[in-house]
């Protein structure tokens, strides 16, 4: 059995009632869920089934594994609640987006210089790039280009490519698809204001960190 993932049809959804389908110990699995487990470079979600702490979460095929606290009693069949941090996933929606929004912007206007790392928490996202000066020389047309979606206010839609397959993408009007199976906010007017921070990481390695203003 495959778990639904319904933090892609509803990621805005903090709160799920469902079944468990399978318990192993400590490690259980969900007939839907809402809490995402770490994948592509974007964070777990926190947060509770049957008000007991998820210390991990972990993806593995289509399925996604959930380690929570011990002293559960809890067995396949029964009925739980399932709930995330808000507050988190919020942020995380938001830095995931802009770090997306960068990425291809990069892309777009500075000759597609490869991508070696990349990694999305509450507090930050950022990306590594191979390139051969300070990557701040970027930020000016950076910086316009995110302020002019921004206030764009445009719709973001986010659908599978391959259901099947669980591949998804988000796509803005005139401005690209891309490929991405993490948690999308709708709008690009959510973003609000943004900073980029630039680390440089050894030679002709940099790095473009982002942070929500």
């Known amino acids: 059995m495959t778990v639904r993932k319904i933090f892609w049809e509803d990621p805005y959804q903090t709160e799920l009632t469902t079944t468990l389908t399978g318990v192993s110990g400590n490690v259980v699995t969900l007939k839907e869920t809402i809490a995402y487990a770490f994948s592509g470079g974007q964070q777990s979600d926190d947060g509770t089934i049957n008000s007991f702490k998820i210390v991990k979460?972990?993806?593995?095929?289509?399925?996604?594994?959930?380690?929570?606290?011990?002293?559960?009693?809890?067995?396949?069949?029964?009925?739980?609640?399932?709930?995330?941090?808000?507050?988190?996933?919020?942020?995380?929606?938001?830095?995931?987006?802009?770090?997306?929004?960068?990425?291809?912007?990069?892309?777009?206007?500075?000759?597609?210089?490869?991508?070696?790392?990349?990694?999305?928490?509450?507090?930050?996202?950022?990306?590594?790039?191979?390139?051969?000066?300070?990557?701040?020389?970027?930020?000016?047309?950076?910086?316009?280009?995110?302020?002019?979606?921004?206030?764009?206010?445009?719709?973001?839609?986010?659908?599978?490519?391959?259901?099947?397959?669980?591949?998804?993408?988000?796509?803005?009007?005139?401005?690209?698809?891309?490929?991405?199976?993490g948690t999308h906010i709708k709008k690009t007017g959510e973003l609000g204001s943004l900073k980029l921070k630039r680390s440089g990481q050894g030679k002709n390695k940099e790095r473009i960190e982002i942070y929500l203003a």
Request: charged letters at 30%; aromatic letters at 10%; one cysteine or more.
């Open 57 to 181: 979460a972990q993806k593995s095929g289509k399925e996604i594994f959930y380690t929570i606290e011990e002293g559960h009693h809890l067995k396949p069949g029964d009925i739980v609640e399932v709930k995330i941090d808000w507050d988190k996933r919020y942020k995380i929606m938001k830095l995931h987006f802009a770090a997306e929004l960068v990425l291809e912007l990069v892309n777009q206007h500075f000759d597609r210089p490869e991508k070696i790392g990349a990694n999305i928490t509450s507090e930050k996202s950022r990306i590594d790039f191979i390139w051969p000066s300070n990557i701040s020389e970027m930020f000016p047309v950076l910086e316009q280009k995110l302020e002019e979606i921004v206030l764009a206010d445009r719709v973001i839609v986010s659908a599978f490519s391959d259901e099947a397959e669980e591949r998804r993408y988000w796509k803005i009007d005139g401005f690209g698809q891309v490929a991405c199976g």
